[in-house]
């Protein structure tokens, strides 16, 4: 079964940066539509952007379109979330997955921002 490690939060301020990493080990990532989600405090987890493996084509939720800019690297097996003009509301642990969530979910990675 895959294994995914998401890495790269941190603590920010507004207006900010930040570059999240998700690698998968036990499989490749080949022929799966990947996506980033995120969970904040008290809060179901939601979707934020995922990449089809076909075409690389992009989808993202209104409250990131613009500032969120998601990747892949299918030869190192790592998705990517850039981050920009980060607000306190994107605070929350992030999770990538496939865009239907059929791996088991890693630990995720906490991104903090302050206002």
């Known amino acids: 079964q895959v294994q995914l490690e998401e890495s790269g939060g941190g603590l920010v301020q507004a207006g900010g940066s930040l570059r999240l990493s998700c690698a998968a080990s036990g499989r490749t990532f080949s022929g799966n539509s990947m996506a980033w989600f995120r969970q904040a405090p008290g809060k179901e987890r939601e979707f934020v952007a995922a990449?089809?493996?076909?075409?690389?084509?992009?989808t993202y939720a209104d409250s990131v379109k613009g500032r969120f800019t998601i990747s892949r690297s299918d030869a190192k097996n790592t998705i990517y979330l850039q981050m920009n003009s980060l607000k306190p509301e994107d605070t929350a642990v992030y999770y990538c997955?496939?865009?239907?969530?059929?791996?088991?979910w890693g630990q995720g990675t906490q991104v903090t921002v302050s206002s």
């Open positions: 997955n496939t865009r239907d969530s059929s791996f088991n």
């Open positions: 990449i089809t493996w076909s075409t690389s084509t992009t």
